[in-house]
């Protein structure tokens, strides 16, 4: 499937509503099941997302990919997703927009407002579009699930829900173990450190 924009008629509510999200001045915005959300991610989500790609990054150099948060369409649908973080092949780089099944893995990382989008929408709809690998990790119940072997009624392979500090095994092309011994969350100290007094 390519990734070239799609030929629709002018007056088509799909495209429309796609291209519309994508001029929110400010934001990055997703459209899942037709509801637009407007992008915002945690620290908490931030710092999972940094300890993935930080071990992901030299495999990923080796094989000519792309990690990041890009736009993934799904036509002939209401939705158009940014996941927290995805790999796509280099080659696909410049593209607006990937499909899902030229993703080699998409991760999702799970919040308090969006942990059912993330845990039962999102999965059904990578699945259908036959996204091969999906990971989510689920900050609220301390786990991570790889969900693999995509089909028209969900994936067919599960790996997990593992508890945060079980290794996650990514296969092929990867063929490496993601350490999520440091996915839980921090629950240091809830107000800031003084600042020292100058002087």
């Given amino acids: 499937m390519s990734a070239r924009p799609h030929a629709y008629a002018a007056d088509d509510p799909e495209t429309a509503l796609k291209y519309a999200v994508q001029c929110v001045r400010?934001?990055?915005?997703?459209?899942?099941?037709?509801?637009i959300q407007l992008m915002s991610a945690t620290w908490?989500?931030?710092?999972?997302?940094?300890?993935?790609?930080?071990?992901?990054?030299?495999?990923?150099?080796?094989?000519?990919?792309?990690i990041g948060a890009g736009n993934v369409d799904l036509p002939?649908?209401?939705?158009?997703?940014?996941?927290?973080?995805?790999?796509?092949?280099?080659h696909l780089e410049d593209a607006n927009a990937v499909l899902a099944d030229q993703t080699l893995l998409v991760v999702e990382v799970t919040s308090e407002s969006s942990g059912d989008t993330d845990r039962i929408v999102k999965r059904r709809r990578y699945a259908e579009f036959v996204a091969p690998l999906y990971l989510l990790v689920d900050r609220?119940?301390?786990?991570?699930?790889?969900?693999?072997?995509?089909?028209?009624?969900?994936?067919?392979?599960?790996?997990?829900?593992l508890p945060f500090g079980t290794p996650v095994r990514l296969?092929?092309?990867?063929d490496l173990d993601i350490d999520t011994s440091e996915f839980r969350p921090d629950r240091g100290p809830t107000t800031p450190p003084a600042l020292p007094v100058r002087g």
């Avoid at 300890?51 to 094989?63: A, G, Y």
């Avoid at 649908?77 to 790999?87: G, L, S």
Wanted: aromatic share 6%.
């Fill in 76 to 90: 002939g649908t209401p939705n158009w997703y940014i996941p927290d973080m995805a790999v796509i092949p280099e």
């Fill in 140 to 161: 609220q119940e301390h786990s991570c699930t790889l969900f693999s072997k995509p089909g028209k009624l969900g994936y067919t392979r599960t790996n997990g829900p």
């Fill in 171 to 174: 296969p092929e092309p990867f």
């Fill in 26 to 35: 400010g934001h990055r915005a997703q459209i899942v099941e037709g509801v």
């Fill in 44 to 66: 908490g989500h931030e710092k999972v997302i940094k300890k993935i790609r930080r071990q992901m990054e030299p495999t990923t150099d080796k094989l000519g990919c792309v």
